[in-house]
């Protein structure tokens, strides 16, 4: 398996603009985590999909991010707009269903936003 | 919601000496405790984890202990080498829900 795949890998854009992250689970794993990471506030969950149902997305910072699951092989986040303060590093990550329960972790995007 | 509180910051030792990271968590009913090591520009990655009912588990130099009724775990690398040189996180469930809340990171250096 080629373990979670995010693309891209870089994105630089400008404030106001429209940006969508992507990502590819690992096949099998039921569940997807979308998780932020800036030095400040270090490793924080965003949303996670079960069986591609959205359980928990209290940690989505404000309207202006939204996430989608469509099917079990592919996930979004979308920012609109864009705002220099979401600068960071988005990851991905999956996990299986049953035990062992660790995540695996994707490459993740650095978004940087001017 | 599940709150992680991690120890120290940053740490150095000189190579060959041990490390020692420690966590505590505040939900009483979390059952499972993984650390993940984070290099320079890379992802997080699993290293080692521990379930409630254990109370100590070992893989090679690393080893995780849990002490449920203090509400602590703790990583301890053994023989360190500069290829131990990361940022590890502990991290915690909420209850026994999936999704992981993280500690802040520890910086560690190993001194050659």
């Known amino acids: 398996d080629a373990g979670v795949i995010q693309s891209p890998r870089h994105e630089v854009t400008e404030m106001g603009q429209e940006v969508t992250l992507r990502c590819k689970p690992i096949?099998?794993?039921?569940?997807l985590f979308w998780y932020r990471q800036t030095m400040m506030r270090g490793l924080e969950l965003l949303i996670y999909f079960n069986n591609n149902v959205p359980i928990d997305d209290s940690g989505m910072p404000e309207d202006r991010f939204s996430a989608k699951m469509p099917n079990a092989s592919f996930s979004t986040l979308k920012i609109q707009p864009s705002e220099p303060r979401d600068s960071a590093v988005y990851f991905c990550?999956?996990?299986?269903?049953?035990?062992?329960?660790?995540?695996?972790f994707g490459s993740g995007t650095r978004l940087t936003v001017v | 919601g599940e709150n992680v509180e991690q120890h120290p910051s940053t740490l150095s030792v000189q190579e060959g000496d041990s490390a020692v990271i420690k966590c505590t968590y505040s939900d009483s009913a979390s059952n499972y405790f993984p650390w993940y090591k984070q290099e320079l520009g890379k992802r997080p990655q699993l290293i080692i984890d521990i379930r409630s009912n254990v109370g100590e588990k070992k893989d090679q130099r690393i080893a995780v202990t849990l002490n449920k009724t203090a509400k602590h775990f703790s990583l301890h690398i053994t023989e360190t080498q500069p290829e131990d040189s990361a940022v590890y996180f502990c991290?915690?469930?909420?209850?026994?829900?999936?999704?992981?809340?993280f500690g802040s990171g520890t910086q560690l250096t190993v001194l050659p």
């Open positions: 991290a915690a469930p909420e209850g026994s829900a999936r999704q992981l809340t």
């Open positions: 096949s099998g794993h039921d569940y």
């Open positions: 990550a999956s996990s299986p269903r049953t035990e062992p329960y660790g995540y695996t």
